[in-house]
């Protein structure tokens, strides 16, 4: 059977079949005036209304004193009148039929508590009528390629590719105004303001599935729903490079943090971790945006990160070079032939090298030669050609040489022609070529490394890691009591001694600690557990146990022992005389002598949940400030990115004749503290600091966990950014004949089986699934049937062993609509499966899966002629009916709540 593709709930907003300006006007100057005017020039191609009581027309567009007395359906609304009027005037628009609203007034919640007050009603009156609304106080809503122009900036947008979402409308403008001149169009320019209702994730839930959107750009300055934000950036990034920036990445003030980690890691910080694990790119300013603006639609699509770079300057191919080393740009090692190409065009006197430097009497032959050889380096993956003006290089030539020598080739070229007078000409001959060229090489080198690391980022957002990594499962009861009881307590500060307890129950390796009530005690418990011992406070407000002199290490006998314990307590009691002090820990003290002292912690984000933080340790550890952060749940692959980002990451191997760490160990306690994350929803924060590692594996010395109460989810990892692998789905199901049969959810390393999946069914069974006579799926169709969204779809398939492989013989997939509420489904079975009971037995698990999720209702597409598959749905409680696909396909429609 065939599964097709819903009209996107926001088709109204995007593509209007007819629009009311409410508050057009003719007044100059006015905004309303602005929002008429500009869809008159855009040529919009729908019916278009104004309204206003004042008015009868408006520049020969009919108006009306109200929403409900337009004689026609109104799909978008665009207001512009004072805030106080829009609450009652997206009440006249529900009642009207009006499926979607542009509100462009100011004076919400951006105005104070009576502006809020506004935007609540505003809100509360479209969920009431399903009326979704942009804004309020943004620009406005372009779609070019419609003649819809719902804005009030100056001038219009070409049509092109990009699609251009801001929260800011002054970004908008400022885009639009450049864009024009270089000949750089859009799919669509959004502009969200206060997005009191639609929000960044289902924009991008548009642009996804929007054929005429290539590129995706965002200007972030808050996200309000991060699991749909994030679910929605990692579907938009494995099938379009999506810009990221992201402004306020240094707030006034410092988050209240009980934690060594709370106090390091910045809310940009999870930020980043969320880029990375996405797959986008992140710029930091409005010039690289405009720069990776040029380049998209240009559509440079570097496929690796290898830059060559051709110059006739030694100064700045060394300044690009210098560029490259810190954004870890690596440059392109030439092949032997490259050197052999190059002989006959370049003196003898050239670099010999990358940066290839022609020297400052390069001609265009030169340039032509040099940057035809590079791209046909099977090592290099673009090339950036330099030129300064010289008294024996003509800009003009030079730039038609680069010009030609880039036709043909899949690999960009960036161009920087440097100085103004004597090479402006050129600029504009390559910006018309539709090479991206820039004044200085920083730019040019920020822009393809922008651009490379949406290759680069493709790679984590492949990982699908579980929520438990290691063969051995948890302790869960054990947590839970401790979580449970501390909870009940009204206590949200873990002591040493519980934290531990909770690592410990998800095997990491602990040093045992014993709370003690007295100087004698701590002797007693320092004996029995051996000298020399480590004695630190344990108070609950106490987080940095030395700055109140609260730490003893080394103690080496009992009377030792009994002296800490007082000198411990007093000096607390001194220095803290608030803090209620419970006793003083005693514990064996660690000695590795060849132990390197590390951190890992946890950080609850406001917006995004969950991040673990990996750096150096010890009592120093807010001064060298040395971490990495990345989002739950980790897998090898992204722990070993995220050790390699960090300084302490260079003193884990062989150093001054100390053996390397085991790594093998480091990371086992990182997914220990993944797994912690995904099943502790209540885990706030948490440092394990130091954490000592060395060549015999690792331990954690000291520990503090914080917790916080978790409200109800149906989704038990509904307090993650990322769905984990649902893991928990794996069955199996033994038919009546015939091997065993594993059913699980897909991973992105099943392309290949996936593939030869296809391949293998019949001509028929092909033909019913695609409704088309496809003889395997091409690159993007595996990527999307593959790397799917744990979140918001789900794909079983059921798999048999075959000499040793694991070999599929069915797949059944739903893939949730944007509105949130239904999903369609798909469903297929190897010919030699069928009519075995298999495709019952995934269909009750899928359905099952999406009930649980909260859907409403599952839809899908059959051919009339697939008999088979409208029996079997029939059996399942589907009803049919007619398809707007026409009599060839029935529309079949099961709900959930009645399966």
Same mark, same amino acid.
């Given at each position: 059977?065939?599964?097709?593709?819903?009209?996107?709930?926001?088709?109204?907003?995007?593509?209007?079949?007819?629009?009311?300006?409410?508050?057009?006007?003719?007044?100059?100057?006015? +905004?309303?005036?602005?929002?008429?005017?500009?869809?008159?020039?855009?040529?919009?191609? *729908?019916?278009? =209304?104004?309204?206003?009581?004042?008015?009868?027309?408006?520049?020969?567009?009919?108006?009306?004193?109200?929403?409900?007395?337009?004689?026609?359906?109104?799909?978008?609304?665009?207001?512009?009148?004072?805030?106080?009027?829009?609450?009652?005037?997206?009440?006249?628009?529900?009642?009207?039929?009006?499926?979607?609203?542009?509100?462009?007034?100011?004076?919400?919640?951006?105005?104070?508590?009576?502006?809020?007050?506004?935007?609540?009603?505003?809100?509360?009156?479209? /969920?009431?009528?399903?009326?979704?609304?942009?804004?309020?106080?943004?620009?406005?809503?372009?779609?070019?390629?419609?003649?819809?122009?719902?804005?009030?900036?100056?001038?219009?947008?070409?049509?092109?590719?990009?699609?251009?979402?801001?929260?800011?409308?002054?970004? $908008?403008?400022?885009?639009?105004?450049?864009?024009?001149?270089?000949?750089?169009?859009?799919?669509?320019?959004?502009?969200?303001?206060?997005?009191?209702?639609?929000?960044?994730?289902?924009?991008?839930? =548009?642009?996804?599935?929007?054929?005429?959107?290539?590129?995706?750009?965002?200007?972030?300055?808050? #996200?309000?729903?991060?699991?749909?934000?994030?679910?929605?950036?990692?579907?938009?990034?494995?099938?379009?490079?999506?810009?990221?920036?992201?402004?306020?990445?240094?707030?006034?003030?410092?988050?209240?943090?009980?934690?060594?980690?709370?106090?390091?890691?910045?809310?940009?910080?999870?930020?980043?971790?969320?880029?990375?694990?996405?797959?986008? +790119?992140?710029?930091?300013?409005?010039? &690289?945006?405009?720069?990776?603006?040029?380049?998209?639609?240009?559509?440079?699509?570097? %496929?690796?990160? /290898?830059?060559?770079?051709?110059?006739?300057?030694?100064?700045?191919?060394?300044?690009?070079?210098?560029?490259?080393?810190?954004?870890?740009?690596?440059?392109?090692?030439?092949?032997?032939?490259?050197?052999?190409?190059?002989?006959?065009?370049?003196?003898?006197?050239?670099?010999?090298?990358?940066?290839?430097?022609?020297?400052?009497?390069?001609?265009?032959?030169?340039?032509?030669?040099?940057?035809?050889?590079?791209?046909?380096?099977?090592?290099?993956?673009? #090339?950036?050609?330099?030129?300064?003006? %010289?008294?024996?290089?003509?800009?003009?030539?030079?730039?038609?040489?680069?010009?030609?020598?880039?036709?043909?080739?899949?690999?960009?070229?960036?161009?920087?022609?440097?100085?103004?007078?004597?090479?402006?000409?050129?600029?504009?001959?390559?910006? &018309?070529?539709?090479?991206?060229?820039?004044?200085?090489?920083?730019?040019? @080198?920020?822009?393809?490394?922008?651009?490379?690391?949406?290759?680069?980022?493709?790679?984590?957002?492949?990982?699908?890691?579980?929520?438990?990594?290691?063969?051995?499962?948890?302790?869960?009861?054990?947590?839970?009591?401790?979580?449970?009881?501390?909870?009940?307590?009204?206590?949200?500060?873990?002591?040493?001694?519980?934290?531990?307890?909770?690592?410990?129950?998800?095997? !990491?390796?602990?040093?045992?600690?014993?709370?003690?009530?007295?100087?004698?005690?701590?002797?007693?418990?320092?004996?029995?557990?051996?000298?020399?011992?480590?004695?630190?406070?344990?108070?609950?407000? !106490?987080?940095?146990?030395?700055?109140?002199?609260?730490?003893?290490?080394? !103690?080496?006998?009992?009377?030792?022992?009994?002296?800490?314990?007082?000198?411990?307590?007093?000096?607390?009691?001194?220095?803290?005389?608030?803090?209620?002090?419970?006793?003083?820990?005693?514990?064996?003290?660690?000695?590795?002598?060849?132990?390197?002292?590390?951190?890992?912690?946890?950080?609850?984000?406001?917006?995004?949940?969950?991040?673990?933080?990996?750096?150096?340790?010890?009592?120093? +550890?807010?001064?060298?400030?040395?971490?990495?952060?990345?989002?739950?749940?980790?897998?090898?692959?992204?722990?070993?990115?995220?050790?390699?980002?960090?300084?302490?990451?260079?003193?884990?191997?062989?150093?001054?004749?100390?053996?390397?760490?085991?790594?093998?160990?480091?990371?086992?306690?990182?997914?220990?503290?993944?797994?912690?994350?995904?099943?502790?929803?209540?885990?706030?924060?948490?440092?394990?600091?130091?954490?000592?590692?060395?060549?015999?594996?690792?331990?954690?010395?000291?520990?503090?966990?914080?917790?916080?109460?978790?409200?109800?989810?149906?989704?038990?990892?509904?307090?993650?950014?990322?769905?984990?692998?649902?893991?928990?789905?794996?069955?199996?199901?033994?038919?009546?004949?015939?091997?065993?049969?594993?059913?699980?959810?897909?991973?992105?390393?099943?392309?290949?089986?996936? %593939?030869?999946?296809?391949?293998?069914?019949?001509?028929?069974?092909?033909? =019913?699934?695609?409704?088309?006579?496809?003889?395997?799926?091409?690159?993007?169709?595996?990527?999307?049937?593959?790397?799917?969204?744990?979140?918001?779809?789900?794909? =079983?398939?059921?798999?048999?062993?075959?000499?040793?492989?694991?070999?599929?013989? *069915?797949?059944?997939?739903?893939?949730?609509?944007?509105?949130?509420?239904? $999903?369609?489904?798909?469903?297929?079975?190897?010919?030699?499966?069928?009519?075995?009971?298999?495709? /019952?037995?995934?269909?009750?698990?899928? @359905?099952?899966?999406?009930?649980?999720?909260?859907?409403?209702?599952?839809?899908?597409?059959?051919?009339?002629?697939?008999?088979?598959?409208?029996?079997?749905?029939?059996?399942?409680?589907?009803?049919?009916?007619?398809?707007?696909?026409?009599?060839?396909?029935?529309?079949?429609?099961?709900?959930?709540?009645?399966?």
């Amino acid at each position: 059977m065939a599964s097709l593709s819903e009209r996107h709930y926001l088709t109204p907003l995007f593509e209007p079949a007819s629009v009311a300006v409410i508050g057009a006007t003719e007044r100059a100057g006015a +905004v309303g005036a602005v929002l008429i005017r500009n869809l008159l020039e855009a040529k919009y191609q *729908g019916a278009l =209304f104004g309204v206003n009581p004042k008015h009868r027309s408006v520049h020969g567009v009919p108006c009306f004193n109200g929403i409900g007395k337009v004689p026609a359906r109104v799909d978008l609304a665009v207001i512009a009148t004072p805030a106080p009027t829009v609450p009652e005037i997206i009440e006249q628009c529900g009642k009207a039929g009006v499926r979607a609203a542009v509100v462009i007034s100011a004076g919400f919640s951006e105005a104070g508590p009576t502006g809020a007050k506004l935007e609540r009603a505003l809100l509360e009156n479209a /969920r009431r009528h399903r009326l979704r609304v942009v804004g309020p106080n943004c620009l406005g809503l372009m779609r070019p390629a419609l003649g819809l122009n719902a804005t009030f900036a100056r001038g219009a947008a070409l049509p092109g590719s990009l699609g251009l979402v801001a929260q800011s409308g002054a970004v $908008c403008a400022a885009m639009l105004d450049w864009a024009r001149p270089n000949g750089v169009g859009f799919s669509s320019v959004v502009s969200l303001g206060g997005s009191t209702d639609v929000d960044f994730g289902e924009i991008i839930d =548009f642009l996804i599935a929007d054929p005429a959107t290539e590129h995706i750009l965002l200007y972030i300055e808050g #996200v309000r729903s991060a699991r749909r934000f994030v679910s929605a950036l990692r579907a938009a990034a494995r099938v379009k490079p999506v810009i990221v920036q992201k402004v306020g990445r240094h707030p006034e003030g410092s988050r209240a943090a009980v934690s060594h980690t709370g106090a390091i890691v910045g809310l940009d910080d999870v930020f980043d971790a969320v880029v990375k694990r996405t797959g986008v +790119v992140r710029v930091n300013t409005i010039g &690289q945006m405009v720069a990776a603006a040029q380049a998209l639609a240009a559509h440079v699509r570097p %496929q690796g990160d /290898r830059l060559a770079v051709v110059t006739n300057g030694g100064g700045p191919g060394v300044m690009a070079a210098d560029r490259a080393a810190d954004l870890g740009i690596p440059l392109a090692q030439l092949a032997p032939a490259t050197f052999e190409a190059l002989k006959p065009a370049l003196p003898a006197n050239w670099s010999h090298g990358n940066p290839l430097d022609l020297i400052g009497d390069a001609d265009a032959k030169r340039y032509r030669a040099a940057v035809a050889a590079c791209l046909a380096d099977d090592g290099v993956d673009g #090339v950036l050609a330099i030129l300064t003006p %010289q008294a024996m290089t003509a800009p003009d030539a030079a730039a038609q040489a680069v010009i030609e020598a880039a036709k043909g080739s899949s690999k960009p070229v960036l161009a920087c022609w440097m100085g103004e007078e004597q090479t402006a000409a050129a600029r504009r001959h390559l910006a &018309q070529a539709h090479i991206p060229v820039f004044r200085t090489p920083d730019p040019a @080198v920020e822009m393809f490394g922008h651009l490379s690391a949406f290759y680069r980022n493709q790679r984590a957002l492949l990982q699908t890691p579980g929520p438990v990594a290691a063969p051995d499962a948890p302790d869960l009861a054990t947590a839970r009591a401790i979580v449970d009881a501390a909870l009940a307590a009204h206590r949200s500060v873990l002591s040493e001694m519980e934290s531990k307890a909770l690592l410990a129950a998800f095997a !990491i390796p602990i040093a045992r600690t014993v709370v003690t009530r007295s100087a004698h005690e701590a002797m007693l418990v320092a004996g029995e557990i051996g000298f020399p011992v480590a004695m630190k406070i344990d108070a609950p407000e !106490i987080t940095h146990k030395s700055d109140v002199n609260g730490v003893r290490l080394n !103690i080496g006998n009992a009377h030792a022992a009994q002296q800490a314990w007082q000198d411990i307590v007093a000096e607390a009691a001194r220095l803290r005389p608030e803090a209620r002090v419970n006793g003083v820990t005693v514990e064996p003290m660690v000695r590795r002598t060849h132990g390197r002292e590390l951190m890992v912690g946890v950080i609850r984000d406001p917006v995004f949940g969950p991040a673990i933080v990996f750096g150096t340790g010890g009592t120093a +550890v807010e001064v060298h400030r040395d971490r990495a952060v990345a989002l739950p749940p980790l897998n090898r692959f992204l722990i070993a990115d995220m050790i390699r980002g960090t300084r302490v990451a260079q003193l884990l191997g062989p150093f001054r004749r100390m053996p390397p760490v085991d790594r093998a160990a480091l990371e086992e306690i990182l997914l220990k503290v993944s797994e912690m994350v995904c099943e502790l929803p209540e885990l706030a924060e948490i440092d394990i600091n130091p954490l000592i590692a060395d060549d015999a594996g690792a331990i954690a010395v000291d520990a503090r966990a914080v917790l916080r109460p978790a409200p109800p989810a149906r989704d038990r990892y509904g307090h993650m950014a990322i769905h984990p692998y649902p893991s928990h789905l794996v069955t199996t199901w033994r038919p009546a004949a015939g091997p065993e049969v594993t059913l699980r959810p897909i991973r992105p390393e099943d392309a290949e089986m996936e %593939q030869a999946f296809v391949k293998s069914l019949s001509a028929e069974t092909r033909y =019913f699934r695609f409704m088309d006579t496809l003889r395997e799926l091409t690159p993007l169709m595996l990527v999307r049937f593959t790397q799917i969204d744990y979140d918001r779809e789900m794909a =079983f398939v059921a798999t048999v062993s075959a000499e040793g492989r694991e070999a599929e013989i *069915g797949v059944a997939r739903y893939v949730a609509n944007p509105d949130g509420e239904s $999903c369609e489904f798909a469903l297929v079975i190897a010919d030699g499966w069928q009519r075995r009971g298999l495709g /019952r037995r995934m269909m009750e698990q899928l @359905v099952a899966v999406a009930r649980a999720r909260g859907l409403r209702a599952m839809v899908g597409h059959v051919l009339a002629e697939n008999r088979g598959m409208l029996a079997l749905c029939q059996k399942l409680g589907f009803g049919a009916g007619d398809s707007a696909e026409g009599p060839m396909v029935k529309r079949i429609t099961l709900p959930l709540a009645e399966f």
